[in-house]
Structure formats: C-alpha cells, structure tokens
T-cell receptor
Framework: GAVVSQHPSRVICKSGTSVKIECRSL??????MFWYRQFPKQSLMLMAT?????????EQGVEKDKFLINHASLTLSTLTVTSAHPEDSSFYIC??????????FGNGTRLTVT | GQQLNQSPQSMFIQEGEDVSMNCTSS?????WLWYKQDPGEGPVLLIA?????ELTSNGRLTAQFGITRKDSFLNISASIPSDVGIYFC?????????????FGDGTTLTVKP
C-alpha cells in the first residue's frame, strides 16, 4: 500500500486564492521531504527540499514567498501555493525519505487555477 | 551539476517482448532507484539498488547497479499491457547535494497487445 499520502489529489481554485497541499509519510518518519512540479510528458522538477523543524531549501528560480513549505513534524509537510495564477496550474508531487528507507512518492496533486 | 542520461526516450513493443532501458551519469551515485509512473499519478518505486554490482529482481523486473557506480539498467521480461507507463531512474549520492536525487527524463513504454 501507499507509504506516502498526498492530499488533495485534485483541486480547482480561482485566481488569487491560496491552496494548501499536504504530504504525509504513513509508516515511517520522514527526515526529508521533497516537493516537485511536473509538466506534461516531462520529468520531475525539484522545487524545494524540506527538513523537519527547519526552513525549506528552494531550488533556483522557485519563489519561496509564493510556494510556502512547512515541515512541522516528521510525518507531515505542506506546500501552500499563495495567490495562485493560471500559470501555477500543474501536477505537484511530494516525496519522503526516512532514516533507512528509499525515496517514496505521493500520488500527486493536480492543481487547476481558473 | 549532476546529470542523468536515460535511454531510450520511448519504446513501442509487442506484448511478450523483453524490454531494456538504462541510465548513465557523469557522476557516481551510491543509490540507484527505478520508478514507474502511470498517467495522473505519482511515481511508484520498483527497485532500489544500494551497492555497486548489485543485481536485484522484482517479479519480471531486474535492475543492476553498475560497477562504476555511474550507470544502471532496468529489464522487463515478457511484457504485458499493464507495463505501459513512464519509467524513471534516479540516482542519489547521500553525502552531497543534501541527499537530493537526480532523475532521468524517463522512458515511455507502450505495449501493443
């Protein structure tokens, strides 16, 4: 079964609103969680690395004030897309890694901004 | 930065045929992972490799961690229609780059019944 749960799987929001996506590790403590964005027929584009209890590290070109990441516990990280615009529409995926476990992915969130 | 070259980019095969895809890197890794992604879903881990030379099987799938630590291959034997999807390799060198994984661009597999 799934070891990383991502919620919601789909969300439609209006331009200017904010959307929160949750990523939970189900049966292990995730020391590190990663957030990706994926465009159609392309590979995963890493947005940020999230370590529990510390600030996320963002990849070059990713606006940290627009994509707020909170890793409040060893099993939960959240990504908030603030003031969403249509160009933010995409497939967002999280992944999590524990002390002795390989990287597992959530099932993705399809965000559509109208 | 680290880069992975994954090939082939796409494959169109007949059901029952064997499949082989590989990833090569200019840098060494100490972990190689192979994932399959179905449309609209997140990647699912197929095989994890942790030692150079390691050969690991998962059902009809077999993957190997290259001796040089710069490459890995994934084989699928006797393909079936549900093998359709995008396969990604990922390499990690845990002691650098914050343990981030580098991903290949994917191999899109189409299986004709």
């Amino acid at each position: 079964g799934a070891v990383v749960s991502q919620h919601p799987s789909r969300v439609i929001c209006k331009s200017g609103t904010s959307v929160k996506i949750e990523c939970r590790s189900l049966d292990f403590q995730a020391t590190t969680m990663f957030w990706y964005r994926q465009f159609p027929k392309q590979s995963l584009m890493l947005m940020a690395t999230s370590n529990e209890g510390s600030k996320a590290t963002y990849e070059q070109g990713v606006e940290k004030d627009k994509f707020l990441i909170n890793h409040a516990s060893l099993t939960l990280s959240t990504l908030t897309v603030t003031s969403a615009h249509p160009e933010d529409s995409s497939f967002y995926i999280c992944s999590a890694r524990g002390f002795n476990s390989p990287l597992h992915f959530g099932n993705g969130t399809r965000l559509t901004v109208t | 930065g680290q880069q992975l070259n994954q090939s082939p980019q796409s494959m169109f095969i007949q059901e029952g045929e064997d499949v082989s895809m590989n990833c090569t890197s200019s840098s060494i890794f100490n972990t190689w992972l192979w994932y399959k992604q179905d449309p609209g879903e997140g990647p699912v881990l197929l095989i994890a490799l942790y030692k150079a030379g390691e050969l690991t099987s998962n059902g009809r799938l077999t993957a190997q961690f290259g001796i040089t630590r710069k490459d890995s291959f994934l084989n699928i034997s006797a393909s079936i229609p549900s093998d359709v999807g995008i396969y990604f390799c990922a390499g990690t060198f845990s002691n650098t780059n914050a343990g981030k994984s580098t991903f290949g661009d994917g191999t899109t597999l189409t299986v004709k019944p």
